[in-house]
């Protein structure tokens, strides 16, 4: 029992499916952290990570979460710079 009970809710939502073959897997993104930095040229950026599950689908909803080799959770970050609105850099290991 945490001590304290955080006062924001957490921030999850759906993100497009992944589609192999005849397989629909469904991905669902869960807020981590955001960070500002800013270099001494004055580029500014804002970095939000979020970890993303894979879900086995199941009709429009979501399935039990898949935890087997090459279906595991990652991290993936989302940066805004002065140049770029969005940009990801997800690992480029799944789903090869």
Same mark, same amino acid.
């Given at each position: 029992m945490p001590l304290l009970k955080p006062e924001v809710p957490i921030i999850e939502m759906p993100v497009s499916d $992944?589609?192999?073959g005849d397989t629909r897997i469904k991905q669902k993104a $869960? @807020?981590? &952290? @955001?960070?500002?930095?800013?270099? #001494?040229?004055?580029r500014c950026e804002a970095r939000i990570t979020v970890?993303? =599950?894979l879900h086995?689908?199941?009709?429009d909803g979501f399935g039990q979460p898949l935890t087997g080799l090459g279906f595991? &959770?990652?991290n993936?970050? #989302?940066v805004a710079d002065n140049? =770029?609105?969005v940009d990801a850099y997800v690992p480029t290991t799944y789903f090869r």
């Amino acid at each position: 029992m945490p001590l304290l009970k955080p006062e924001v809710p957490i921030i999850e939502m759906p993100v497009s499916d $992944r589609i192999s073959g005849d397989t629909r897997i469904k991905q669902k993104a $869960r @807020f981590v &952290s @955001f960070n500002h930095l800013q270099d #001494l040229n004055g580029r500014c950026e804002a970095r939000i990570t979020v970890n993303v =599950t894979l879900h086995a689908a199941d009709g429009d909803g979501f399935g039990q979460p898949l935890t087997g080799l090459g279906f595991m &959770s990652y991290n993936a970050d #989302l940066v805004a710079d002065n140049n =770029t609105v969005v940009d990801a850099y997800v690992p480029t290991t799944y789903f090869r």
